[in-house]
């Protein structure tokens, strides 16, 4: 009896249209890694050529999606853990230099302020003395 396998498999490449799965090592080797997963699973092959290979596929493919997933999800939330350290390293660093442009700038504009009002000030006491 031969096993239902090609819902398996279609939903396999469905996911990974969708971008639930992770691309494979060979693919990644320049790419961050998620060390604290382990190795990413080998996708296995599929044999066809008789319906106890075709059987034997199925379950190496069941196995291997099952490994997949859970590698996938270590993965995705170890980036996540990263992203969210350097989001946060990044935001305070942001913060810091925003802190210190801000202050630059109302300092100017302080220093505007008074310098526009001396002026002023003078100018009037000038036109009074004139007249």
Known sequence: MIRKGFYLIA??????????LVLPAQAADKMWTASACGAEPVA????VSSVDKY???????????KAARTYNSCVAKAAV?????????????????HE???TVQKRIA???TKLTTALKAGGSKLQKAEH
């Open 110 to 112: 302080g220093n505007f």
């Open 44 to 47: 296995p092959s599929v044999e």
């Open 11 to 20: 939903g396999l490449a469905a996911a990974q249209l969708c971008g639930i």
């Open 81 to 97: 853990k990263e992203e969210t350290a350097i989001s946060n390293e990044a935001r305070e660093k942001i913060a810091h230099i």
């Open 55 to 65: 059987n034997a596929s199925v379950d190496k493919v069941s196995a291997y999606e």
């Open 100 to 102: 210190g442009s801000s």
